[in-house]
């Protein structure tokens, strides 16, 4: 099947959506260096009525996070890009994204610019049914970019200039947020000079792949991931390292080899059934304590080094790990 060629329009938080659940989002990540990473996000619910948006932060040492909501009423534009203090605004479709966070409840603070490397890529859509009731519809547009700007954490300055990385667009409905309690989600953004390489799977506990979507992108287009093979390694229940094996549709292969830098943990900006974080709230964690980094596990963007072959780059391996053949048994 082919997919959509991305265009302007997608930019905007008009698609049709519909069942319980659906919503429009925003998400970018930014791996400011060695531990430090940063994300930040916003979301459009039109049947709840609401909007939302995020932002967190980890030094590696403290992870900072904020939930943001307010109510949408009719009339409201669908593509204001403020939710309190957090502007993400498209200021020229699929080419420039200004993200700016000021007055939070959190010692955090930045002013950023995502311009584009390459061009978008569509992932197909996830489409789940349960027992005749649609649970999962859902389409990402992913795209390699770079971030220009500043960051501040408490009283610190991180000057941003150049560094690669990426930004998810989606909209549909999904089963949940969170990690699987069954299966394993991985989510590959990895950002080399010449080339970015991204790749989304789910499998379920037996290691069954139930989803494969990936690329090689760079300035001529999008080559479509064929077949991809992971030897990853976890360290209670932790992404550390690993390899990824990828055949493309034009028969080029690479091997991914990765190393985790930084981590950040997903729950506490609301990627979690927990009701306590839909709700807007501002969190501090010391994630040098084990328990405390217990208590977060579950969804977590690991920030890593990536070596293709002689190139080498950073960007992020998403994890949600549950029970699984080769990775978790229970």
């Not at 976890?234 to 830098?261: C, H, M, Y």
């Amino acid at each position: 099947m082919t997919q959509p060629i991305p265009t302007p329009s997608d930019e905007w938080f008009r698609h049709p959506l519909r069942g319980p659940g659906s919503a429009e989002r925003c998400y970018h990540l930014l791996h400011v260096g060695g531990p430090v990473v940063l994300h930040a996000g916003r979301g459009l619910w039109p049947d709840a009525g609401r909007r939302t948006g995020f932002a967190g932060i980890t030094t590696g040492s403290v992870q900072y996070a904020l939930r943001l909501a307010e109510p949408v009423v009719d009339g409201d534009d669908a593509d204001r890009p403020s939710v309190g203090p957090l502007r993400i605004e498209a200021v020229d479709p699929l080419r420039e994204i200004r993200l700016v966070l000021e007055g939070a409840d959190i010692p955090l603070a930045f002013d950023l610019t995502y311009s584009a490397r390459f061009q978008p890529v569509l992932t197909e859509p996830n489409r789940i049914e349960h027992e005749g009731r649609l649970v999962t519809d859902y389409t990402n547009l992913f795209q390699s970019g770079s971030y220009d700007g500043t960051v501040v954490v408490d009283g610190a300055e991180h000057s941003v200039t150049g560094r690669a990385g990426f930004r998810d667009r989606g909209w549909g409905v999904r089963k949940h947020e969170g990690s699987p309690r069954r299966g394993l989600v991985v989510a590959m953004f990895c950002e080399l000079e010449a080339e970015a390489i991204y790749l989304i799977l789910y499998e379920t506990a037996s290691g069954r792949r139930v989803f494969t979507n990936g690329w090689r992108l760079d300035h001529g287009g999008a080559d479509q991931v064929a077949a991809a093979e992971h030897r990853l390694l976890f360290a209670d229940g932790l992404l550390a390292g690993g390899s990824v094996d990828l055949a493309f549709a034009s028969g080029q292969e690479r091997t991914v080899d990765l190393e985790v830098e930084g981590r950040l943990f997903l729950t506490p900006v609301g990627y979690t059934t927990d009701p306590s974080r839909s709700v807007p709230g501002a969190e501090r964690h010391d994630v040098t304590d084990p328990a405390v980094v217990a208590a977060l596990d579950g969804q977590n963007d690991n920030a890593c080094r990536f070596r293709v072959g002689d190139a080498e780059g950073h960007g992020y391996t998403e994890t949600g790990l549950g029970e699984h053949v080769a990775y978790r048994s229970q």
